[in-house]
């Protein structure tokens, strides 16, 4: 099915365990993005990618690693989690069009809880 | 930098009425312009955008936005609300690298 997915959904994770985060897109966009949503905070970047092979860090990158080795394919790691991560996680994707920027199209997040 | 403000957290509206939902921008260049809706447990979904041209912008679901320079705002607006328009509102603006800074969200409650 086409789209953008996450996985998993949902996760319980206890502190200093490392924990990566999937995300798949099939429409072969350009960027991915990764975010946390907290309340009282909104939508916050954690990092972000303009190619396979190319990411850069957001507002809230620190404790976190990306990587994106193949176009369709943008894995969130937590390195050391901490309490302090616990939050929904959501990726997207987007595309240039005509040189325009696009919007972004969010994938259905993941639910993370650090004990 | 580029910046949005949402300054209501939560808007109640009756249904039938129209609604705004309120954003304000501070940018350098031309602002490029977005609102999202998030429904419970869902990912963001793409409304409407703002890049260049008619300042009256028509998106998804009967939504439209007015974009206005002199007083650096994009309000979303709907001439009629539903009770299934009740969900939490985004508005956003491209910052370079094509990402997008999003505001803090408003929470819009159609009453029946």
């Known amino acids: 099915d086409a789209g953008i997915t996450q996985s998993p959904r949902y996760k319980i994770t206890e502190t200093g365990r490392q924990v990566t985060l999937m995300c798949h897109q099939t429409?072969?966009?350009?960027?991915m993005f990764w975010y946390r949503q907290d309340l009282g905070h909104g939508l916050r970047l954690i990092y972000y990618?303009?190619?396979?092979?190319?990411?850069d860090k957001g507002e809230v990158s620190d404790g976190y690693v990306v990587s994106r080795s193949k176009t369709e394919n943008f894995p969130l790691t937590l390195e050391s989690a901490t309490r302090s991560q616990t939050s929904v996680y959501f990726c997207?994707?987007?595309?240039?069009?005509?040189?325009?920027?696009?919007?972004?199209?969010f994938g259905p997040g993941t639910r993370l809880t650090v004990l | 930098a580029q910046s949005v403000a949402q300054p209501e957290d939560q808007v109640n509206v009756a249904e039938g009425n129209p609604l705004t939902v309120k954003c304000t921008y501070s940018?350098?260049?031309?602002?490029?312009l977005f609102w999202y809706v998030q429904y419970p447990n869902r990912g963001l979904q793409f409304l409407l955008k703002?890049?260049?041209?008619?300042?009256l912008v028509k998106g998804s679901y009967g939504f439209e936005a007015e974009f206005n320079k002199s007083q650096t705002s994009f309000h979303l607006k709907k001439p009629s609300a539903l009770v299934s328009d009740s969900a939490l509102y985004f508005c956003?603006?491209?910052?370079?690298?094509?990402?997008?800074?999003f505001g803090k969200g408003t929470r819009l409650h159609i009453l029946p």
């Open positions: 429409w072969s966009h350009s960027y």
């Open positions: 956003a603006v491209r910052d370079w690298g094509d990402k997008i800074i």
């Open positions: 703002y890049i260049t041209g008619d300042n």
């Open positions: 940018v350098s260049g031309n602002p490029y």
């Open positions: 997207a994707s987007s595309e240039r069009v005509g040189g325009w920027p696009n919007e972004q199209f």
């Open positions: 990618s303009a190619a396979a092979d190319i990411t």
